[in-house]
T-cell receptor, first 116, second 112 residues
Framework: DAGVIQSPRHEVTEMGQEVTLRCKPI?????LFWYRQTMMRGLELLIY????????DSGMPEDRFSAKMPNASFSTLKIQPSEPRDSAVYFC??????????????FGAGTRLSVL | TQLLEQSPQFLSIQEGENLTVYCNSS?????LQWYRQEPGEGPVLLVT?????EVKKLKRLTFQFGDARKDSSLHITAAQPGDTGLYLC????????????FGTGTRLQVTL
């Protein structure tokens, strides 16, 4: 299996521009998660989907952030307009099982976003 | 918001030394996971502990879940340079199913 695939790996943009991050989960996994990692705040859950439906978006920082999962094999995280404080590494993860003890999340390699 | 505090934040040791990383919370978790993250990569799951007092071993790594299920520790025996990385604990709660709460992280560097 190819694992969770994220694109792009690196993104440099200017403040005010729209940024779209992409994720392809592992085939057969029904839960997908978007995280943000910074030195100051560590790894934070932004939103997660189960069977393509957003379940918990309480971690989305503000209205500038939006996420979609149009089908089981693709998700996007969009920031519009982007700000310098959005600079971070954004991770996508997927899991097959929602059961507590069996919740194994597989992470992609991340997208490093720099907003100038 | 539940917090998982890890200590120490940074640890630099020489090959062959032993070390322990701690993960503490004021909240009870139904289970707890440990991940290792290498530069430029996402976290990779090492272990899941479910029962209070549970001890799991993975080669030179020993994981323990506290009796009250509020804390956990990771002990590495005879550290090697390949153990270098960011170690993250993550708690799972009964009411939040798939949602993981990650700890603040411990960055370990093992030198020759």
């Amino acid at each position: 299996d190819a694992g969770v695939i994220q694109s792009p790996r690196h993104e440099v943009t200017e403040m005010g521009q729209e940024v779209t991050l992409r994720c392809k989960p592992i085939s057969g996994h029904n839960s997908l998660f978007w995280y943000r990692q910074t030195m100051m705040r560590g790894l934070e859950l932004l939103i997660y989907f189960n069977n393509n439906v957003p379940i918990d978006d309480s971690g989305m920082p503000e209205d500038r952030f939006s996420a979609k999962m149009p089908n089981a094999s693709f998700s996007t995280l969009k920031i519009q307009p982007s700000e310098p404080r959005d600079s971070a590494v954004y991770f996508c993860a997927s899991s097959r099982d929602r059961l507590l003890a069996k919740n194994i999340q597989y992470f992609g390699a991340g997208t490093r976003l720099s907003v100038l | 918001t539940q917090l998982l505090e890890q200590s120490p934040q940074f640890l630099s040791i020489q090959e062959g030394e032993n070390l322990t990383v701690y993960c503490n919370s004021s909240s009870v978790f139904s289970s707890l996971q440990w991940y290792r993250q290498e530069p430029g990569e996402g976290p990779v799951l090492l272990v899941t502990v479910v029962t209070g007092g549970e001890v799991k071993k993975l080669k030179r790594l020993t994981f323990q879940f506290g009796d009250a299920r509020k804390d956990s520790s990771l002990h590495i025996t005879a550290a090697q340079p390949g153990d270098t990385g960011l170690y993250l604990c993550a708690g799972i709660n009964t009411g939040t199913a798939s949602k993981l709460t990650f700890g603040t992280g411990t960055r370990l560097q093992v030198t020759l």
